[in-house]
């Protein structure tokens, strides 16, 4: 959903979005962590260490991400567009990536951060096994919650000028729009959604580390955005599913070929890619494409309630 | 001073030894000319003169390289394109650029320039006024295509208009953000004669409305037609301003640009 704010909607290719993820995930991690080297922390380095409860870990995964993406837009998006921004993205998550698995103070390179407390189970008395099904509850309410957010966006005056930036900036600046001011709310929103979701990951394993963010991994997150359809939350819903749990999970439950360990990893990474280029190319608004806003929603919605001056407009 | 107290007639767009060149190729050299307010005014020349480039410098899409431009008493020299758009200058292009993926209504209504529903803070804590804006928005928006004959196709994609349909639409998303002053570039060319007689009422009809007009157009019986004043332009300087019939008598008007016409019109 982050992702589709930001490239569905106002057309900028983030092509660093699993970095944001990550840093989402790993602040929260390192905020719901007691000080380094003390406790269920012992000998891992980090730096916060702040004992946050939960929520407020997950709240810090999503703002400091969106810090990082003000920064990056002031550097980037202020002087760059499409295919350029998208370059400096890449080599931004190449960066973070190796900063992240090589300089252990910050959140303990390669081994990544582990013994996350669980949240809420001290409360419930919850063992790790209902804390599964616990969290995953949680995870869902906070789903529908961005989901009800997002769509509160996307509908409004806002997405509509979001929408304007993707077609076509040069318009949108020439009806007085600021498309630097919406570029900007634009990242810093779908980076709060990239922090939240990377703080409920770590959350919900316990621990996050290197391998689990290669770089490569945000291009799933596009293909999750292509094949549902670019710019509608319902899309995502369907994307998702079927990239994220069909080809990116459910391959884990198959068992190996016999004498080729691993292989089905590799078919599934190609699946993947072949999926994407036939999205492109057969259909490229999507499985569910975008529906264009129809007066008689828009006036379903804003005036027929509230305004009785507009009955009279005619709806056909 | 704002650009309301000004009266009809006075300048109100003006730009001064305004100079753009592109890589060492000379675009606009020296142009100098001043928009009366209230009135149509047409900017001819012939190919290659720099028209484009002008609007494009005076709708902020362009810098200059030297020279100043002002909206009434404000010096908007090299202001960026949307804070020129908030000062009231508002402008279409020549080929069309419709926003693709929005509706024609959405086309329109995103041209509002003042929104409170594009705020984050109000689309969560003041959504009875974003409501209450957006109704008057959405009026605004069908009876400006009412007006402009494009109502029926409201909830078709941009993308899917016809070329005509995308002119109208053109114009009436300037409309639409009710600008003081509407530069338009071009708004007739490639459209069927039907049309563009249709497209002449409609400059008219801003006229009356109060609305200052600065189109550039090639077609000499059309400015003619609905066209109060002329500035010619010639290898990127202003070469007169005036009444068309005042410059048909001007030699070197006639030599760049109006000959050839002139020569049609008294043959036939």
Known sequence: ??????????????????????????????????????????????????NLPFPFNLLAGGIVSSLLAVIVAFIALRRLRTDYLAMVLISLSLVLYDVCNNFVPLFNGPDGLYNIPEPMSGIFHLDSNQFVGFFAGVTGIFALIMWLFMSRIMNSPLGRTFRAIRDDPGVASALGKNIFKYQITSMVIGAFFAGIGGGLIIQFGGSFNTSAWLPGETFVVFAVVIVGGVGNNLGLLVGSLLVETVLVHLPAFLPDIPGHTGLIQYIDAMLIGILLWAMLWFRPQGMVPAKVRSTASLLKKYALKKNPDLQNVEVK | MSTNEIAIGAPILSCHELKKSFLGVVAVNGASFEVPKGLITALIGPNGAGKTTVVNLLSGMMKSDSGTM?????????????????????????????????????????????????????????????????????????????????????????????????????????????????????????????????????????????????????????????????????EGKTLATGRLSELRADEAVVRAYLGEVINANTSS
């Open chain 2, 70 to 234: 002002h909206i009434g008493n404000t010096d908007v020299t090299n202001w960026p394109d949307y804070k020129i758009a908030a000062q009231g200058l508002m402008r279409t292009f020549q080929l069309s650029r419709e926003l693709s993926g929005l509706s024609v209504l959405e086309n329109l209504l995103v041209a509002k320039r003042i929104q409170s529903g594009e705020s984050l803070f109000n689309i969560f804590f003041r959504n009875g006024l974003v409501k209450r804006d957006e109704a008057v928005n959405i009026e605004l928006a069908l009876n400006t295509l009412k007006k402009y004959g494009l109502y029926e196709l409201r909830d078709n994609r941009a993308s899917a208009l016809s070329g005509g349909q995308k002119k109208l639409l053109e114009i009436a998303r300037g409309v639409m953000a009710n600008p003081v002053i509407l530069l338009l570039d071009e708004p007739m060319a490639g459209v069927n004669p039907a049309l563009i007689d249709k497209i002449g009422e409609y400059i008219i009809d801003l006229k009356n409305q109060g609305m200052t007009i600065l189109m550039v157009e090639h077609n000499l019986n059309i400015v003619e037609k609905i066209c109060d004043f002329v500035i010619v332009l010639a």
């Open chain 1, 1 to 50: 959903m982050g992702l589709n704010i930001q490239f569905g909607e106002t057309g900028i290719l983030n092509f660093a979005y699993i970095g944001f993820v990550a840093v989402g995930s790993y602040v929260t991690g390192a905020t719901s962590l007691p000080k380094a080297n003390t406790g269920i922390g012992a000998g891992q380095h980090y730096i916060l260490g702040l």
